[in-house]
C-alpha cells in the first residue's frame, strides 16, 4: 500500500498513549501521529469508519481482523478515491484524500476514533504543550473531514452523525 502514498501503520498502540493522543490532540514523538489509522493526503479529506477488527475479548479493545466486512469496504474506499484521483474529469484541480479508523465492531470504539474527525476541525494551540522529556509536542496539521463513510452497522452510524453534527460549520 506505501506506493500509494498512504502511511498504514501498526495497531499496536496503548491504551495509554491512545488516551494522551485524544486528550491533547498533540504528539511527542512524530510516529504516534498515524498509529491506527490510513491517512491518504489530498485537497478534501473523506473520513471513513470500517470494522477492520472484531470485537476484543471482553468487549475490551480490538480482536482479529475481519478481512471480508472490514478490509474490503476500506480497500474499496480508497480504490474509489485512487479511481477519481487519477481521472482529472471528475474533480479537475482538486484531489480526495482520506482518514480511516478502525471501529473494532464497537460503538464505542467507534465513537472515540470519530472524535479524531472532530480534532481536524478544531484549531488548538499547542505552543506550550511540551513532552515528558521537555521536547515541544508535534502537532501535524490535517485537513479537516468534509464527510464520513461507514460505519458497517446503522445504529454506529447515527450515534457518529450525532457526535459529528454539533461540530459542523
Same mark, same amino acid.
Given at each position: 500500500m506505501a506506493d500509494r502514498g498512504m502511511v498504514v501503520s501498526s495497531s499496536a498502540m496503548t491504551l495509554a498513549r491512545l488516551a494522551l493522543v485524544a486528550v491533547l490532540g498533540v504528539v511527542c514523538h512524530a510516529a504516534l501521529a498515524e498509529e491506527d489509522s490510513i491517512i491518504v493526503d489530498g485537497n478534501i479529506t473523506l473520513g471513513g469508519l470500517f470494522p477492520v477488527h472484531s470485537r476484543g475479548s471482553n468487549?475490551?479493545? !480490538?480482536?482479529? $481482523? %475481519?478481512?471480508?466486512?472490514?478490509?474490503?469496504? +476500506? =480497500?474499496? +474506499?480508497?480504490?474509489?478515491?485512487? %479511481? @477519481?484521483?487519477?481521472?482529472?474529469?471528475? #474533480?479537475?484541480? $482538486? /484531489?480526495?484524500?482520506?482518514? @480511516?479508523?478502525?471501529? !473494532?465492531? /464497537?460503538?464505542?470504539?467507534? #465513537?472515540? =476514533? *470519530? #472524535? *479524531?474527525? $472532530?480534532?481536524?476541525i478544531m484549531d488548538r494551540d499547542v505552543r506550550d504543550a511540551v513532552c515528558k522529556d521537555g521536547a515541544p509536542a508535534l502537532k501535524k496539521r490535517r485537513r479537516p473531514v468534509v464527510g464520513v463513510i461507514g460505519a458497517a452497522s446503522s445504529s454506529v452510524s447515527v450515534d457518529v452523525a450525532n457526535i459529528l453534527r454539533l461540530f459542523e460549520s
Open positions: 468487549g475490551v479493545g !480490538c480482536g482479529e $481482523v %475481519k478481512e471480508e466486512a472490514g478490509i474490503q469496504r +476500506m =480497500e474499496a +474506499m480508497l480504490y474509489a478515491i485512487d %479511481k @477519481i484521483n487519477q481521472d482529472d474529469t471528475l #474533480l479537475p484541480g $482538486v /484531489s480526495l484524500g482520506a482518514h @480511516i479508523l478502525d471501529t !473494532c465492531s /464497537s460503538d464505542t470504539h467507534a #465513537l472515540g =476514533e *470519530a #472524535l *479524531a474527525f $472532530v480534532r481536524s
